[in-house]
Nanobody
Framework: QVQLVESGGGLVQAGGSLRLSCAASGSIFSINAMGWYRQAPGKQRELVAAVTSGGSTNYADSVKGRFTIFRDNAKNTVYLQMNSLKPEDTAVYYC???????????????WGQGTQVTVSS
């Protein structure tokens, strides 16, 4: 069984920074793309940033230049460094990963439980 566990959310003032972490654990053979999504109250879940196994990244226009996604493949962990935070970044942030399990070698998509990020003005 594979799990994604996020950490690092919290309350921060506008202009501040936070770093989110997401660690994958369990019967893992390999991890392909990993990403961060967010969902604000009353809004749809949206992609914030994603990174491939090779390190290629893409970002939502709203976070370009402020957020950085990176991963540590040895630790099966993906990070989201968030700088210059704005009140509109307030949301629940979810980790997502395309993971191949070591039991059946079938790729599946997994979600973390979410971590709250609140940016005060």
């Amino acid at each position: 069984q594979v799990q994604l566990v996020e950490s690092g959310g919290g309350l921060v003032q506008a202009g501040g920074s936070l770093r989110l972490s997401c660690a994958a654990s369990g019967s893992i053979f390999s991890i392909n793309a990993m990403g961060w999504y967010r969902q604000a109250p009353g809004k749809q879940r949206e992609l914030v940033a994603a990174v491939t196994s090779g390190g290629s990244t893409n970002y939502a226009d709203s976070v370009k230049g402020r957020f950085t996604i990176f991963r540590d493949n040895a630790k099966n962990t993906v990070y989201l460094q968030m700088n210059s935070l704005k009140p509109e970044d307030t949301a629940v942030y979810y980790c997502n990963g395309d993971i191949v399990g070591s039991r059946n070698f079938v790729p599946r998509n997994y979600w973390g439980q979410g971590t709250q990020v609140t940016v005060s003005s």
